[in-house]
Antibody
Framework: EVQLVESGGVLVQPGGSLRLSCVASAFTFSTHWMSWVRQAPGKGLEWVANIKQDGSERHYVDSVKGRFTISRDNAENSLYLQMNSLRGEDTAVYYC???????????????WGQGTLVTVSS | DIQLTQSPSSLSASVGDRVTITCRSSHVINNYIAWFQQKPGKAPKSLIYAVSSLQSGVPSRFSGSGSVTDFTLTISSLQPEDFATYYCQHYDRYPITFGQGTRLEMK
């Protein structure tokens, strides 16, 4: 059974930094695009970033560009999200998710982790 | 950016009912629409991709349809475990965006 386990979410002050991790198992991690999606308390889902299998291509939502960096370590079956200059509006549960690429290169979400809560507050 | 508007925002229904949720896009989408189910305190679950393709293990009472800018998720006969919030999402181009969600409640 595919498993994605996120960790690293804590209470952090505005302007601070945090690194989230997602460890994958029971599938070939290195052959999948991966993504981070977040959900503010009581709100809807927001795509944050995704990364190609070899890390050569990354995409971000505008609100995190220049502050967040997505990365991966295929040897460790791990996905990361480095979050800098954190703001109150970054408070959310952060999910990692696998993506499936179709023959045209479009990516759909497949499996999701259980999420990790990041709270940005003084 | 592509805006997705779901209707209704909330819906009350009974077990056995047929339910339809609509997702309207602000731009033409080349059938790259997906649907997700989320229960309180849980991660989203992928239901449908490419408008109408069911993810593995998803019951056949769920179906998707639509084209251009208007898409629908239909549950043919509601089961107790189907009461949840449903989201549409496009993956036609960046940024990927989601609809605001439709909360399906028991009548």
């Amino acid at each position: 059974e595919v498993q994605l386990v996120e960790s690293g979410g804590v209470l952090v002050q505005p302007g601070g930094s945090l690194r989230l991790s997602c460890v994958a198992s029971a599938f070939t991690f290195s052959t999948h695009w991966m993504s981070w999606v977040r959900q503010a308390p009581g709100k809807g889902l927001e795509w944050v970033a995704n990364i190609k299998q070899d890390g050569s291509e990354r995409h971000y939502v505008d609100s995190v560009k220049g502050r967040f960096t997505i990365s991966r370590d295929n040897a460790e079956n791990s996905l990361y999200l480095q979050m800098n200059s954190l703001r109150g509006e970054d408070t959310a549960v952060y999910y990692c998710a696998t993506m499936v690429e179709d023959r045209t290169g479009h990516l759909s979400f497949d499996y999701w982790g259980q999420g990790t809560l990041v709270t940005v507050s003084s | 950016d592509i805006q997705l508007t779901q209707s209704p925002s909330s819906l009350s229904a009974s077990v056995g009912d047929r339910v339809t949720i609509t997702c309207r896009s602000s731009h033409v989408i080349n059938n790259y629409i997906a649907w997700f189910q989320q229960k309180p305190g849980k991660a989203p679950k992928s239901l449908i991709y490419a408008v109408s393709s069911l993810q593995s293990g998803v019951p056949s009472r769920f179906s998707g349809s639509g084209s251009v800018t208007d898409f629908t998720l239909t549950i043919s006969s509601l089961q107790p475990e189907d009461f949840a919030t449903y989201y549409c999402q496009h993956y036609d181009r960046y940024p990927i965006t989601f609809g605001q969600g439709t909360r399906l409640e028991m009548k």
